[in-house]
């Protein structure tokens, strides 16, 4: 099950509209994935006509529902039944949904050439080696400026601490804020 709690619609008349069926409480709602055997499957399995591990894949199907405060959504499983509203799949589509790669691979990732736009750029005019060297210290001194001030900080640590917020304890790390000086 994937579950998204909701919140800072309060006072946008679209958006209250748009969540009313989900909503727990004042400026909270949730929605939930869940995909898990269908109905007459779990009536089989309630049944014990069917064995859990001879399930297929064709058993199983997917639902969308939204609010119910009566259960936590860690609380939710597979065999719980009349639990939220159904939701609709377009409404959703009315949100903007961010997908943010694995935390484990960020640092990977920017030292990928393929990951770095100036990489491509600099690769597709074929710039010389020295120029390159000369272009890296450049940037390691313009990037050893900005991580000095006062502005870049207080963003840094704002991202930190929501990054700490949003991942929780169990993730804990710290982000800083800079440019990869290696070209």
């Not at 939220?84 to 903007?96: I, N, Q, W």
């Amino acid at each position: 099950m994937i579950g998204n709690e909701l919140t800072g619609f309060e006072g946008i008349v679209n958006e209250e509209a748009l969540v009313s069926k989900w909503k727990l409480e004042a400026n909270r709602a949730r929605v939930f994935f869940r995909f898990r055997p269908r109905l007459a499957i779990r009536e089989k399995l309630a049944l014990s006509e069917i064995v859990p591990g001879e399930l297929t894949l064709e058993d199983y199907g997917w639902e969308l529902r939204g609010g119910d405060a009566s259960v936590d959504l860690p609380h939710i499983t597979w065999d719980m039944d009349n639990i939220g509203e159904t939701v609709r799949f377009g409404d959703l589509s009315s949100y903007l949904v961010v997908n943010l790669p694995a935390l484990r691979d960020v640092e990977a990732d920017l030292r990928q050439p393929r990951h770095s736009p100036l990489m491509r750029l600099i690769e597709a005019f074929d710039v010389p080696d020295a120029e390159q060297g000369a272009l890296v210290a450049i940037l390691s001194e313009a990037n050893d400026k900005i991580e000095a001030s006062q502005t870049i900080a207080e963003i840094a640590n704002a991202i930190d601490t929501s990054f700490k917020t949003v991942s929780g304890p169990a993730f804990e790390m710290s982000a800083t804020l800079g440019f990869l000086k290696q070209l």
